[in-house]
């Protein structure tokens, strides 16, 4: 994806902003208001953070959606609110639970016997179903050139033989939809293979639990069996094994919001509360809980003056599997209630050790992910603002759908935030610009067992907790910038092409 560095030197309306933020009053004027990036300190969220490590470190090394060690760290987020004079409120649901028992196994039997490497070749999609079936392969439907809608339509499917192995090219329709067809046609598992123009297998979701395996394959790969196919009139044989738990489970989020300001323009702010099942998931996302849990801590010192609107809490559940928590919020919400929301501020991954100072695109500049709703800019700017005035860099993050800012994006709320790179690889021109090491990934102990106190970079996540704090408080006093104090009509979005870190489409 394309990044967009932006110096320091570059606005004089930042600069200017940024002296005006820190010259002192006149003499005889009124005591200055409170400054909420001074009041939250380092020490605040580094507190919460060694909590987070403690809580996963005694509850099975993880703090994951469902299990033990995400329910007490949901305690420690209520009790911290409730003693900071907040009324916290747990919100359950159910969320599809999917799980890969063993590793998944495609191979040729026949005309002539191959393994295919995991990870190299395929991957297995998340919600893909269990099987173990040897089947002859049928391409469906496949383009001549380019995307395509090869397997999004029950018609493509004609002729197709029950227990086939179906073959399609990703493009024109969701995962799920492409899973589902070939379910309904009697296929016994489905490969999905990438463009041309993508490197790699499919690292993708199916959305909901499907009845057969479902992998995404490389492009070079599913041509090659295509061709294979069409050669041996039919005679081209795979095996594909995948074993899967799936089910649903019960986790929450946790909202709380300030007693002052105006309850018809809500400025709200998330992070996730989970971490994957591999680790305690301290940079993901503890930093971005942390930072949140030391603001609310702090929010209630701006007093009537300084929270004209009403600013809302949220630390989502079940984001690792897919969103779940942050779309189950705004689904279950009113129409009425989803338009109060004037945007949505979210932060995910604060510190990662060799990351970088990323601003979400609100202004669509990089003409990379989906464009965000009319409004986004302004936050984009805000943020820009407040680093260029302190002499930081920042580069442009993309929507493409990979953290909870989602589903607001999806009924058209505002939106924006930060993050510092989860695993992606660093360029040489942002090694230059933030420092670290190129050709490295961000966190390279992204959704891993060693993503522990030591996988942050704590000034980073210093400079970016100061960040959220006065862009905050900005926008507790006043969003005209945004949404000129009007309520927003609840209006759809482009669906962006990721749920969490796996492609939808």
Same mark, same amino acid.
């Given at each position: 994806?394309?990044?967009?560095l932006i110096?320091?030197?570059?606005?004089?309306?930042?600069?200017?902003?940024?002296a005006?933020m820190?010259s002192g009053?006149?003499?005889?004027?009124?005591p200055a208001?409170?400054?909420l990036a001074?009041?939250?300190t380092?020490?605040?969220?580094?507190?919460h953070?060694?909590?987070?490590q403690?809580?996963?470190?005694?509850?099975?090394?993880?703090?994951?959606?469902?299990?033990p060690g !995400?329910?007490?760290s949901?305690? %420690?987020v209520t009790g911290?609110l409730r003693?900071?004079?907040l009324?916290p409120v747990v919100?359950?649901f159910?969320?599809? %639970?999917w799980?890969?028992? $063993?590793?998944?196994?495609?191979s040729q039997?026949?005309?002539?016997?191959?393994?295919?490497?995991?990870?190299h070749?395929?991957?297995i999609?998340?919600y893909?179903g269990?099987?173990?079936?040897t089947?002859?392969?049928t391409a469906?439907d496949l383009?001549?050139?380019?995307?395509g809608t $090869?397997?999004c339509?029950?018609?493509d %499917?004609?002729g197709f033989?029950?227990?086939?192995?179906a073959?399609?090219?990703?493009?024109g329709c969701?995962?799920?939809?492409?899973?589902?067809r070939a379910?309904?046609?009697g296929a016994?598992?489905v490969?999905?293979?990438?463009?041309a123009?993508e490197k790699?297998?499919?690292n993708?979701?199916?959305?909901?639990?499907q009845?057969?395996p479902?992998?995404?394959v490389?492009?070079?790969?599913?041509?090659?069996l295509?061709?294979?196919?069409?050669?041996?009139g039919g005679g081209?044989r795979?095996r594909?094994?995948?074993?899967?738990?799936?089910?649903?489970?019960t986790?929450?989020n946790?909202?709380?919001?300030t007693?002052r300001g105006r309850?018809?323009?809500?400025?709200?702010?998330?992070a996730h509360?989970?971490?994957v099942?591999e680790g305690?998931?301290?940079n993901?996302n503890?930093?971005g809980?942390?930072a949140?849990?030391?603001?609310a801590e702090k929010i209630s010192a701006?007093?009537a003056?300084g929270?004209?609107n009403?600013?809302?809490f949220a630390w989502?559940g079940?984001e690792e599997?897919?969103?779940r928590g942050?779309?189950?919020?705004?689904?279950?919400l009113?129409?009425a209630?989803?338009?109060?929301?004037?945007?949505n501020l979210?932060?995910?991954m604060?510190g990662?050790?060799?990351g970088v100072?990323?601003v !979400?695109?609100g202004?669509?500049s990089a003409?990379?992910?989906v464009?965000?709703?009319?409004?986004?800019?302004a936050?984009?700017k805000?943020?820009?603002?407040?680093f260029a005035?302190?002499?930081?860099p920042?580069t442009?993050s993309?929507?493409t759908?990979r953290?909870d800012?989602?589903?607001f994006i999806e009924?058209g709320?505002?939106s924006g935030?930060?993050?510092?790179?989860?695993?992606?690889v660093?360029?040489a021109?942002?090694?230059?610009?933030?420092?670290?090491?190129?050709?490295?990934?961000?966190d390279?102990?992204y959704?891993?067992r060693?993503?522990r106190?030591?996988?942050?970079?704590?000034?980073l996540?210093?400079?970016?907790t100061?960040?959220?704090?006065?862009?905050?408080?900005h926008l507790?006093?006043?969003?005209?910038a945004?949404?000129g104090?009007?309520?927003?009509?609840d209006?759809?979005a482009?669906?962006p092409?990721?749920?969490g870190?796996?492609l939808?489409?």
């Amino acid at each position: 994806m394309r990044k967009l560095l932006i110096g320091v030197a570059g606005s004089s309306a930042a600069l200017a902003l940024s002296a005006a933020m820190m010259s002192g009053p006149p003499a005889g004027a009124a005591p200055a208001k409170p400054d909420l990036a001074k009041l939250v300190t380092l020490k605040d969220v580094r507190r919460h953070l060694a909590a987070f490590q403690e809580i996963a470190d005694y509850n099975g090394g993880n703090r994951a959606a469902g299990r033990p060690g !995400y329910d007490v760290s949901v305690k %420690y987020v209520t009790g911290r609110l409730r003693a900071a004079g907040l009324t916290p409120v747990v919100q359950r649901f159910t969320f599809p %639970y999917w799980n890969e028992k $063993s590793g998944a196994v495609l191979s040729q039997t026949a005309p002539h016997k191959a393994s295919y490497k995991r990870g190299h070749d395929f991957l297995i999609m998340r919600y893909s179903g269990s099987g173990d079936t040897t089947g002859a392969v049928t391409a469906v439907d496949l383009p001549s050139s380019g995307a395509g809608t $090869s397997g999004c339509e029950g018609a493509d %499917y004609k002729g197709f033989t029950q227990g086939a192995v179906a073959l399609v090219q990703r493009g024109g329709c969701t995962f799920e939809a492409k899973a589902e067809r070939a379910r309904e046609a009697g296929a016994a598992a489905v490969l999905i293979f990438n463009t041309a123009a993508e490197k790699g297998p499919i690292n993708g979701t199916a959305e909901r639990a499907q009845a057969l395996p479902v992998l995404g394959v490389t492009h070079r790969l599913g041509t090659s069996l295509a061709k294979a196919s069409r050669a041996s009139g039919g005679g081209l044989r795979l095996r594909v094994r995948t074993d899967v738990a799936q089910g649903r489970r019960t986790t929450s989020n946790v909202i709380a919001e300030t007693r002052r300001g105006r309850p018809g323009n809500v400025v709200l702010l998330g992070a996730h509360l989970d971490s994957v099942r591999e680790g305690p998931g301290i940079n993901d996302n503890a930093t971005g809980s942390s930072a949140l849990l030391a603001i609310a801590e702090k929010i209630s010192a701006l007093g009537a003056k300084g929270l004209r609107n009403r600013v809302r809490f949220a630390w989502w559940g079940a984001e690792e599997e897919g969103l779940r928590g942050s779309t189950h919020y705004v689904d279950a919400l009113s129409p009425a209630a989803r338009s109060a929301i004037a945007l949505n501020l979210n932060f995910d991954m604060l510190g990662s050790v060799n990351g970088v100072r990323g601003v !979400y695109d609100g202004d669509h500049s990089a003409r990379a992910g989906v464009k965000a709703p009319a409004g986004s800019g302004a936050i984009e700017k805000m943020f820009r603002w407040h680093f260029a005035g302190r002499g930081l860099p920042t580069t442009q993050s993309p929507f493409t759908g990979r953290s909870d800012y989602g589903p607001f994006i999806e009924h058209g709320i505002p939106s924006g935030g930060i993050d510092t790179g989860a695993n992606g690889v660093k360029s040489a021109g942002e090694a230059k610009v933030f420092g670290g090491r190129s050709g490295k990934v961000y966190d390279p102990c992204y959704h891993a067992r060693c993503d522990r106190l030591k996988n942050v970079d704590m000034r980073l996540l210093d400079t970016n907790t100061d960040a959220i704090a006065a862009v905050t408080q900005h926008l507790a006093e006043s969003t005209v910038a945004v949404n000129g104090h009007a309520r927003r009509l609840d209006a759809p979005a482009p669906a962006p092409s990721y749920q969490g870190d796996r492609l939808t489409r």
